[in-house]
């Protein structure tokens, strides 16, 4: 642990309210943390409030006197146009020189290393650090956070990120974080896909739910889509599906990650072929009604068209 007070990180606003950030705040604010938030979701805002987040009317209302400006957004087009300001003044005008930026949204690399660019253009310090562990991690503070910053700049953001995650991990200059994260969620995409089908062909071969699970958890097809978000009900009690696929991590941000990846893959010159037909599987489903559900119901569509 990082051995400083919440009070030397001085003010922080959190922008963006949502599932994730909500929590998170909440966390922040648990551990001593100065921190006033803002969405452009009046029910997240509502929601923010009845949880203790203290909340203001504006995003430049929130940055204005802040110390570092958390941010946890839908996309990378969104977070760059709130630090450039469109039809007013952005963040990055409002908030006091020299501010620290810390995004920990998951969008494109690029946008990522824009966005850390006219940061610090502006005079400001930049880092992003996006998560993984879902809702789940962002309430019991043990998400795993994915560092993109200048080894500078850790000391300044370390005692938030420790109070929110349980892993930190440093993966290099700006930019970096995304990279990993990009890189992680395309690989749980490909895995839970893989451990559905295993799932469905068990079924279709005569195996319980129980007696497959026992074998893949101990053997070499073990993986987090199976030991800890078990597409099937029954063998891990806490996974969405015991509760009919109630994210968890959703379908549409599966999709949009794979996306992700898709960007990166192409710009990258990777000859990859399961992560573009991972992407494709997982925008099918979450343009057919699979949007709002866990993306471990990926399950549900390989058996009703495997039973057609």
Known sequence: MTETSPSDSGRIAFLGLGHMGEPMAVNLIKAGFDVVGF??????VEAARGAGVPCVDTAVEAVTGADIVLTMF??????????????GPGLLESAPANTMFLDCSTIDVAQAREAAEIALAAGHRSADAPVSGG?????????????????AELPHIMPLLEVMGRKLVHCGGHGAGQAAKVCNNMLLGISMI??????????????????????ISTASGQCWSVTTNCPVPGPVPTSPANRDYTPGFAGALMAKDLGLALNALEHAGVA?????????IYRKFADEGGAGRDFSGIITDIRERSEG
Do not use: C, N
């Not at 809702?135 to 080894?151: H, Q, R």
């Not at 399961?274 to 992407?279: E, S």
């Open 135 to 151: 809702v789940v991690g962002a309430e019991a503070g043990t998400l795993t956070f994915m560092i993109g910053a200048e080894e």
């Open 272 to 280: 990859a072929q399961l992560g573009p037909l991972a992407a494709q």
């Open 194 to 215: 893989g451990a559905a089908e295993a799932f469905v062909l068990g079924e279709k071969l005569g195996l319980s739910h129980q007696a497959l699970f026992d074998v």
């Open 39 to 44: 969405d452009v979701v009046p029910a997240a």
């Open 74 to 87: 839908p996309s990378g087009e969104i977070l760059l146009d709130a630090y450039r300001g469109v039809g």
